[in-house]
């Protein structure tokens, strides 16, 4: 008789999440813990955690706050981390910013940002976590949160884009770095996710402006569930085989 076993499980799995305070980064926290993780939930926002912390499904969380531009302050978050729970299986860097503006607007100062929060932020945490002394021996999966916009041009999106598709570029190099590791490296790339940032944005658009971006994705809009979901897949043992890959969850967006 075969035994039946769920390949999305993430049971007794240490992941460490960024971006937990808001969005797809706490929706990300959620699905994990109900599939059976254990939670490191890492923003900057402590009371906005707190509220991340309390929608978790029982399990052995732990929450640190921090400024993740501070790269000098990362390998001892990770090292906490570690200490407490055990060995990582997983890191979702869900965590970043974007800024619309045409070029002529741009600076050094904006472009620092975006790089250092959307890009440089995950791979420092990455290096740190794929350690051999903090990272599982049986299998690990590292998850980055990526655009349709590094794969898709617009208007005003210059340095985010730019920042996305450095972010896609640099995972393939890193999956084939880490793969004698068992760990997995991929990137989700959204289309427009109704997080409460963008509910806010909608919310002072004309009916016919919505309208107009609600028609640019065939199956409607997205929540930061669909990017959970995917997460989750990505980091259970379903998605053993796949690595260095751009998961696109735009509603077809990009397919047109």
């Not at 969380?61 to 531009?69: G, K, R, S």
């Not at 640099?170 to 490296?185: K, Q």
Request: with cysteine; hydrophobic share 40%.
């Amino acid at each position: 008789m075969s035994i039946s076993v769920d390949v999305f499980s993430l049971k007794d799995k240490n992941i460490l999440i960024t971006g937990a305070s808001s969005g797809i980064g706490r929706e990300c926290c959620i699905e994990c813990s109900k599939r059976g993780a254990n939670i490191v939930l890492v923003g900057r926002n402590q009371e906005r955690l707190q509220d991340t912390l309390q929608n978790l499904a029982p399990g052995n969380h732990l929450v640190i706050q921090q400024e993740l531009t501070e790269y000098e302050k990362l390998e001892e978050l990770v090292s906490s981390a570690v200490g407490k729970l055990g060995k990582l299986h997983g890191l979702v860097h869900a965590a970043g910013s974007q800024i619309t503006l045409p070029i002529k607007s741009m600076n050094k100062e904006k472009y620092d940002y975006l790089f250092n929060l959307n890009l440089l932020s995950g791979l420092e945490l990455a290096k740190f976590i794929s350690s051999r002394k903090r990272v599982s021996e049986e299998r690990a999966s590292f998850v980055f949160i990526a655009s349709t916009m590094g794969i898709v041009g617009s208007p005003g999106m210059v340095g985010y884009s730019a920042s996305k598709g450095a972010l896609l570029a640099a995972s393939r190099s890193l999956a084939m770095e880490l793969a004698p590791r068992r760990i997995n490296v991929n990137c989700i790339s959204p289309g427009m996710v109704l997080t409460p940032l963008m509910e806010a944005h909608m919310n002072i658009l004309s009916k016919e402006q919505s309208e107009e971006r609600e028609k640019r994705y065939p199956l409607g809009i997205g929540y930061p569930s669909d990017i959970a979901n995917a997460s989750v897949f990505l980091l259970s043992e379903a998605s053993r085989w796949i690595t260095g890959i751009n998961l696109v969850v735009d509603g077809g967006f990009s397919a047109k």
